[in-house]
């Protein structure tokens, strides 16, 4: 059996670990970018058609930032395939340096034009039920990405930082996480925007700082993003956007079919 792998190399990993991002090209073909995009078409369809709330967020602020609908893979078989896709996980597996990885939920991002907001400076982990770091989300263009319509940006090294309160996704002002921090450190913060093809992704740390800029094209965005966890995470009590899933207990290790491995070993 041939292991379909993406060739990731040594420097890129002490990249990931040295900056909390990395880029990688061509980790999808066109027709798997092609399966997603029909994929999120029909979810957004289905959203309109089943009045279906995909994220519990719908205030006007957020809204504007970006449609999110979460968790996906377990109602579209193109998702399905693409979050766990071992060739994927096994990115996810050797950036985190882990034994194994779960995935801890999908979510697809879609910044619309016109009237279109920023994602705001801030990071993942604060928002995450889980006691320990190290999860890491692979964040997939399905377009074309560029600063004009909403390409991510990193500020490389901030996952050294540790973990700042969370911040107000749908109205905080843009700087508001970088402001945190004294003016001759906020000086040293030198973001990265990453433009990238559609197939190519970035994969970061839940604690690097990070932020994309509003749309001002006409057209959609589309990004598709898989969250992996390190097997043997454990659970921390945490109100999360897609819920109390799995009803585990304080301290009990993320198992079972809500979170399934994508590579590697189980624990
Ligand atoms: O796509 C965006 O606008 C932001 C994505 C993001 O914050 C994330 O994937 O963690």
């Known amino acids: 059996m041939t292991v379909d792998r993406y060739p990731i190399t040594e420097a890129q990993i002490r990249f990931y670990r040295e900056n909390g991002y990395v880029r990688l090209d061509n980790v999808l073909s066109m027709q798997e970018v092609d399966a997603l995009r029909v994929a999120l078409d029909v979810a957004v369809q289905d959203r309109q058609k089943y009045a279906r709330n995909e994220g519990p967020r719908s205030d006007e602020g957020y809204a504007k930032v970006f449609l999110q609908m979460v968790n996906l893979w377990e109602r579209y078989p193109a998702v399905r395939a693409h979050v766990q896709n071992p060739r994927i996980g096994e990115i996810a597996r050797q950036l985190a340096g882990a034994r194994g990885v779960r995935l801890w939920h999908d979510h697809a991002l879609i910044k619309y034009p016109r009237d279109s907001k920023p994602t705001v400076w801030h990071q993942d982990w604060v928002y995450w039920p889980m006691k320990e770091t190290g999860a890491l989300s692979c964040w997939m263009a399905l377009d074309d990405v560029t600063v004009k319509n909403g390409c ?35 000086s040293r913060f030198a973001p990265v925007a990453v433009e990238l093809k559609a197939g190519s992704c970035t994969f970061h740390d839940g604690l690097t700082f990070h932020y994309a800029g509003a749309n001002t094209t006409d057209a959609p965005r589309r990004a598709m993003v898989s969250i992996y966890m390190p097997a043997g995470t454990t659970y921390k009590k945490l109100e999360h956007l897609i819920g109390d899933r799995g009803g585990l207990a304080e301290g009990e290790e993320f198992h079972g079919p809500l979170f399934p491995v994508v590579a590697g070993a189980e624990r």
């Open 152 to 186: 991510m940006s990193f500020i490389p090294g901030s996952h050294t930082l540790g973990p700042r309160d969370p911040i107000d996704l749908g109205n905080a002002d843009p700087d508001a996480l970088l402001r945190l921090f004294p003016p001759e450190e906020r």
